[in-house]
């Protein structure tokens, strides 16, 4: 019996050694165009303080949050509404399917940061802002059912903040 003991523990370690080994493997490569914005996607998936269950990387999401970031930069702006277009309205115009209680003159998807270089220090300042902790994290009961993820960086030395940050967590509708 001490040997089925102990052939069970060590057949357990290796089980739990496998699944956090599967996390620290895990493919971010969809949750931005470039290391940076991938980089801060995965600090916002396994932040130790992170609410939701699962966060999805979506190429999608990603692929708007570059163009949003190469639009404020070509703006000279960090803000929500360039070219007059709203985060909701901007990921509508990719074709994702947000949530219809999404007003479509409204955020309730993006967070933005201009002028910080890193993807550690932009995630040290979004933690400091209430609305965005709250957002990234996951700490209400309605942004905790956004499942979705992907981040964009831009960088252009030839702008007011020289570095831009996009972060577009959501819900998307299925056709179902």
């Avoid at 496998?18 to 991938?38: K, T």
């Avoid at 999401?61 to 000279?76: I, W």
């Amino acid at each position: 019996m001490k040997n089925l003991t102990i052939i069970l523990i060590f057949i357990l370690s290796i089980s739990l050694r496998a699944e956090s080994h599967e996390v620290l493997n895990r493919d971010y490569s969809d949750c931005g165009l470039n290391q940076q914005s991938i980089k801060l996607a995965q600090l916002i998936i396994e932040s130790e303080n992170q609410q939701r269950k699962v966060l999805y990387c979506d190429k999608t999401l990603s692929q708007a949050a570059f163009d949003k970031a190469k639009l404020m930069a070509k703006a000279d702006s960090v803000s929500h509404n360039i070219e007059h277009t709203t985060p909701n309205q901007f990921l509508r115009s990719y074709g994702v399917k947000l949530p219809n209680e999404y007003p479509l003159f409204d955020n309730q998807v993006e967070a933005i940061m201009g002028a910080v270089s890193t993807a550690e220090d932009s995630f040290k300042v979004f933690m400091t802002s209430p609305d965005h902790k709250s957002h990234l994290l996951g700490e209400t009961d309605f942004v905790v059912e956004q499942d979705q993820i992907g981040v964009g960086f831009f960088k252009d030395s030839d702008t007011t903040h020289v570095y831009y940050w996009v972060i577009y967590i959501t819900s998307i509708d299925s056709d179902d």
